[in-house]
C-alpha cells in the first residue's frame, strides 16, 4: 500500500534556528503539494510541484520559507529562520493530476 | 482572492441521525473534492466531482456539485461513530489550477 512518507514526525526548535521537513511521494505522481494547518487558518496551501518544477508558491512567506524537489523521490521544505508563529502541522502530498494523498505531517513547534 | 466556506462549523449527532455539510465557494469552480480528517490525522480523499448537477454516492455518502459549480453538499445517512472527523471540501478555481481547502465541519458521533 503506497503512502506518503515525511519526516520528522514532530520537531521542537527554537525561534531563529532553521528547520527542514522532508517528504517522499507516493512513486508516480508526478506532483507535490506542501500544506500548513493551524486552528485559525484552517488548511493552508504553501507550494507545489508538477514534475518537479515549482508551480505555485504564492501562499508561501518568501523571505524564510523555500520548497525544493531535488529528486522525483524527494520534496524538501525549509524554515530558515523559524519564528513561533510558524508553530502548525505540515503536510505534504502528492497525486496524479488533483486528487491528492496526504503524508501523516510533521507536527512543529517553534519555542 | 477566492475562500470557500463551509456550514455548520461543528455537529454533534447522536448515531444514526442524519447529517449534512455544505460548501461555498466565491468563485465558480472546474472541480470540487472532499477530504475527511480524523481527530490527531490527516486529510484522506473522499471524492471529486467534475460535472454541473453530479451527485455522488458511496454507501451512506451522498455528494452534490451545484448547478453553477459554486456549491456542494455531502450528506451521511444513518451516521456511525466512524464518521466521526472533519470534513473539507476543496475547489479547484477555474483557470488557476489552484485548490482551495474549505474551513471543514468537525462532526462528532455520540453512540
Known amino acids: 500500500d503506497a503512502r506518503v512518507t515525511q519526516t520528522p514526525r514532530h520537531k521542537v526548535t527554537e525561534m531563529g534556528q532553521e528547520v527542514t521537513m522532508r517528504c517522499q511521494p507516493i512513486l508516480g505522481h508526478n506532483t507535490v503539494f506542501w500544506y500548513r494547518q493551524t486552528m485559525m487558518q484552517g488548511l493552508e496551501l504553501l507550494a507545489y510541484f508538477r514534475n518537479r518544477a515549482p508551480l505555485d508558491d504564492s501562499g508561501m512567506p518568501k523571505d524564510r520559507f523555500s520548497a525544493e524537489m531535488p529528486d522525483a523521490t524527494l520534496a524538501t521544505l525549509k524554515i530558515q529562520p523559524s519564528e513561533p508563529r510558524d508553530s502548525a502541522v505540515y503536510f505534504c502530498?502528492?497525486?496524479?493530476?488533483?486528487?491528492?494523498?496526504f503524508g501523516p505531517g510533521t507536527r512543529l513547534l517553534v519555542l | 482572492g477566492q475562500q470557500v466556506m463551509q456550514i455548520p462549523q461543528y455537529q454533534h449527532v447522536q448515531e444514526g441521525e442524519d447529517f449534512t455539510t455544505y460548501c461555498n465557494s466565491s468563485t465558480t469552480l472546474s472541480n470540487i473534492q472532499w477530504y475527511k480528517q480524523r481527530p490527531g490525522g490527516h486529510p484522506v480523499f473522499l471524492i471529486q466531482?467534475?460535472?454541473?448537477?453530479e451527485v455522488k454516492k458511496q454507501k451512506r455518502l451522498t455528494f452534490q456539485f451545484g448547478e453553477a459549480k459554486k456549491n456542494s453538499s455531502l450528506h451521511i445517512t444513518a451516521t456511525q461513530t466512524t464518521d466521526v472527523g472533519t470534513y473539507f471540501c476543496a475547489g479547484e478555481n477555474t483557470g488557476f489550477q489552484k485548490l482551495v481547502f474549505g474551513t471543514g465541519t468537525r462532526l462528532l458521533v455520540s453512540p
Open positions: 502530498a502528492s497525486g496524479l493530476g488533483w486528487s491528492q494523498y
Open positions: 466531482l467534475v460535472k454541473s448537477g
